[in-house]
């Protein structure tokens, strides 16, 4: 069983920064990519980024793009995403994922989740 154990979020004002992260963890865990989705009440789940394990491609949404990074450190099964000049409009629960061991891209049917994280931005 793959598991996925996110730390980091919080509260912070508007213009500051947060970090967090996702370690998998799990006998068969061996990811293509990894990356970062998030939610607000009475929304659909929003993708953030994704990294490749393969070559370390990342892809972000417009609305974070040039303001977070992702990356990963692969021998510590573990993702990052780096929030920085954070808005009031970035507040939601972010979760990790991970795409099922079945799949050869990031793209995929089944994922993995990590438990979720609550960002909070002040205005």
């Known amino acids: 069983q793959v598991q996925l154990v996110q730390s980091g979020g919080g509260l912070v004002q508007a213009g500051g920064s947060l970090r967090l992260s996702c370690a998998a963890s799990?006998?068969?865990?061996?990811?293509?990519?990894m990356g970062w989705f998030r939610q607000v009440p009475g929304k659909e789940r929003e993708f953030v980024a994704a990294?490749?394990?393969?070559?370390?491609?990342?892809y972000y949404s417009d609305s974070v793009k040039g303001r977070f990074t992702i990356s990963r450190d692969g021998e510590k099964n573990t993702v990052y995403l780096q929030m920085n000049s954070l808005k009031p409009e970035d507040t939601a629960v972010y979760y990790c994922?991970?795409?099922?061991?079945?799949?050869?891209?990031?793209?995929?049917?089944?994922?993995?989740w990590g438990q979720g994280a609550q960002v909070t931005v002040s205005s």
């Open positions: 990294i490749s394990w393969l070559d370390d491609s990342t």
């Open positions: 994922n991970a795409p099922s061991e079945e799949c050869s891209g990031y793209i995929c049917p089944k994922y993995y």
């Open positions: 799990g006998r068969t865990f061996s990811s293509v990519a």
